[in-house]
Antibody
Framework: QVQLQQWGAGLLKPSETLSLTCAVYDGFFSDYFWSWIRQSPGTGLEWIGE???????NYNPSLMNRVTISIDTSNNHFSLRLSSVTAADAAVYYCARHIVVELTDSRTADRYDYWGQGTLVTVSS | QSVLTQSPSVSAAPGQKVTISCSGSNSNIGNNFVCWYQQLPGTAPKLLIY???KRPSGIPDRFSGSKSGTSATLGITGLQAGDEAVYYC????????????FGGGTKLTVL
């Protein structure tokens, strides 16, 4: 059974750097995209970015200047760093496994099939 | 603003059927597949439907999905109190910044 377990600091001051890590158990780590998604209170889901073993990370253009996603295949971990946080970055942050299948007719099927438990990040001075 | 559009809320009585709609464009739903997630209070989203109409193992057949053009629909029959949750649609967006995108969520209230 695939499990994602995440951890990191939940209380930050403005301008600090958010840092979260997600450990993957039994998830065929090298075969999939590993994503970070956030959810602000009362709002929907926002994709932050993702990474796959051997490839560069992809980021949401709205966060690209502040976000870094890295991967540690030796320990089956991947991490998120978001710099210069503000109150707008307060949210529940999730890690997730992302399956992306590109078909021969150029259509793409994707899904986030396993999720971490979520980390509530608060930004306050 | 979410890329995919959902109605904010829907309600129905136990035992009834409800449908939740999701609207997108040709760059996402129109030319790619749709999935649906259920988020119970205080928990992470859970995959409910993928590839428009497929259910992961363990998801009851009370839940169904369909797609037509640039819209998709989640159907839930035999409503139960435990179905009260927020439901999100998702799809792949093939525009310049290709990425997974979501709807804003629909809160289902079981009366």
């Amino acid at each position: 059974q695939v499990q994602l377990q995440q951890w990191g600091a939940g209380l930050l001051k403005p301008s600090e750097t958010l840092s979260l890590t997600c450990a993957v158990y039994d998830g065929f780590f090298s075969d999939y995209f590993w994503s970070w998604i956030r959810q602000s209170p009362g709002t929907g889901l926002e994709w932050i970015g993702e990474i796959r073993h051997g490839e560069s990370a992809n980021y949401n253009p709205s966060l690209m200047n502040r976000v870094t996603i890295s991967i540690d295949t030796s320990n089956n971990h991947f991490s998120l760093r978001l710099s210069s946080v503000t109150a707008a970055d307060a949210a529940v942050y999730y890690c997730a496994r992302h399956i992306v299948v590109e078909l021969t007719d150029s259509r793409t099927a994707d899904r986030y099939d396993y999720w971490g438990q979520g980390t509530l990040v608060t930004v306050s001075s | 603003q979410s890329v995919l559009t959902q109605s904010p809320s829907v309600s129905a009585a136990p035992g009834q059927k409800v449908t939740i709609s999701c609207s997108g464009s040709n760059s996402n739903i129109g030319n790619n597949f749709v999935c649906w997630y259920q988020q119970l209070p205080g928990t992470a989203p859970k995959l409910l439907i993928y590839d428009n109409d497929k259910r992961p193992s363990g998801i009851p057949d009370r839940f169904s999905g369909s797609k037509s053009g640039t819209s998709a629909t989640l159907g839930i029959t035999g409503l139960q109190a435990g179905d009260e949750a927020v439901y999100y649609c998702g799809s792949w967006d093939s525009s310049l910044n290709a990425r997974g995108v979501f709807g804003g969520g629909t809160k289902l209230t079981v009366l």
